[in-house]
T-cell receptor
Framework: KQEVTQIPAALSVPEGENLVLNCSFT??????LQWFRQDPGKGLTSLLL?????REQTSGRLNASLDKSSGRSTLYIAASQPGDSATYLC????????FGKGTRLHILP | DVKVTQSSRYLVKRTGEKVFLECVQD?????MFWYRQDPGLGLRLIYF???????EKGDIPEGYSVSREKKERFSLILESASTNQTSMYLC??????????FGPGTRLTVL
């Protein structure tokens, strides 16, 4: 049974720093992996989708990588800003879509 | 841009009431999903649909039903609301192996 883990559950980082969020999964037979952000009380906003054949995807200051063999994905955020404060979730798709519980990120001004 | 809308942002109902949550997407997506999100439990799939009039149970379907009469609309029904159904309800849609897009969520409180 696929399990998706995001560690740490919470992270505080000073503004301007680069940071990495982690997502690990137990079964490497996935079709794709998607990263989302969620602001308090709101829905999920899609950030990046990586297909199983891809190694990384980039959008602005965000870069997501995928290493299927090790069951890991990372979301790199460059030059963090207070507006990046949110909960970041990853989800993997095999025959179902399985979500991690997220990392709550706080960027300190 | 894909738009997924949900009928209400906040809803307060009483125990035993029948509750309808509606979700509409405007990008002709085949697949639609209903999740609930609770602190410490993350997102849990209630039901999904991969085509009109088709539905599949997710991980926690008990106490819920769904309806998909048109491709763009997926409704979640609480036949007799209970306090343990107080939660944030999130609708999502996607096409095939593509990105999943979420609505803004409905925070339901059952008194």
């Amino acid at each position: 049974k696929q399990e998706v883990t995001q560690i740490p559950a919470a992270l505080s980082v000073p503004e301007g720093e680069n940071l990495v969020l982690n997502c690990s999964f137990t079964d490497s037979a996935i079709y794709n992996l998607q990263w989302f952000r969620q602001d308090p009380g709101k829905g999920l906003t899609s950030l990046l989708l990586i297909q199983s054949s891809q190694r990384e995807q980039t959008s602005g200051r965000l870069n997501a990588s995928l290493d299927k063999s090790s069951g890991r994905s990372t979301l790199y955020i460059a030059a963090s800003q207070p507006g990046d404060s949110a909960t970041y979730l990853c989800a993997v798709r095999d025959d179902k879509i399985i979500f991690g519980k997220g990392t709550r990120l706080h960027i300190l001004p | 841009d894909v738009k997924v809308t949900q009928s209400s942002r906040y809803l307060v109902k009483r125990t035993g009431e029948k509750v309808f949550l509606e979700c509409v997407q405007d990008m002709d997506h085949e697949n639609m999903f209903w999740y609930r999100q609770d602190p410490g439990l993350g997102l849990r799939l209630i039901y999904f649909s991969y085509d009109v009039k088709m539905k599949e149970k997710g991980d926690i379907p008990e106490g819920y039903s769904v309806s998909r009469e048109k491709k763009e609309r997926f409704s979640l029904i609480l036949e007799s609301a209970s306090t343990n159904q107080t939660s944030m309800y999130l609708c999502a849609s996607k096409m095939g192996g593509g990105e999943q897009f979420f609505g803004p969520g409905t925070r339901l409180t059952v008194l």
